[in-house]
Nanobody, 122 residues
Framework: QVQLVESGGGLVQPGGSLRLSCAAS????????LGWYRQAPGKERELVAV???????NYADSVKGRFSISRDNAKKMVYLQMNNLKPEDTAVYYC????????????????WGQGTLVTVSS
């Protein structure tokens, strides 16, 4: 069974840093785009950052210069380094992947993890 599992969330003070990790598991042939999204209480889910298989990245304006997305293709991992965190960054952060399975070649265009909570507060 293919799945994404996030980790690394927690409580941090404003100005602090956190690193989120997301591990993809299952009989995976290839992973195209990987991304991080977030959903704050009472708000819609929004894009935070994405990274292509070739390493191209794109960020929401609100996190540019503070967050950095990276991936390790061999480990099937994606990371989100978050620096200079602000209270408005408080949200559940979700990992998202566009991937293809071996054998069946079934493609999941939007596979989601269960989310990890990030709380920025003093």
């Amino acid at each position: 069974q293919v799945q994404l599992v996030e980790s690394g969330g927690g409580l941090v003070q404003p100005g602090g840093s956190l690193r989120l990790s997301c591990a993809a598991s299952g009989n995976i042939l290839s992973i195209n785009v990987l991304g991080w999204y977030r959903q704050a209480p009472g708000k819609e889910r929004e894009l935070v950052a994405v990274i292509s298989s070739g390493g191209s990245t794109n960020y929401a304006d609100s996190v540019k210069g503070r967050f950095s997305i990276s991936r390790d293709n061999a480990k099937k991992m994606v990371y989100l380094q978050m620096n200079n965190l602000k209270p408005e960054d408080t949200a559940v952060y979700y990992c998202n992947a566009d991937l293809t399975l071996r054998v069946t070649l079934v493609r999941y265009r939007e596979l989601w993890g269960q989310g990890t909570l990030v709380t920025v507060s003093s």
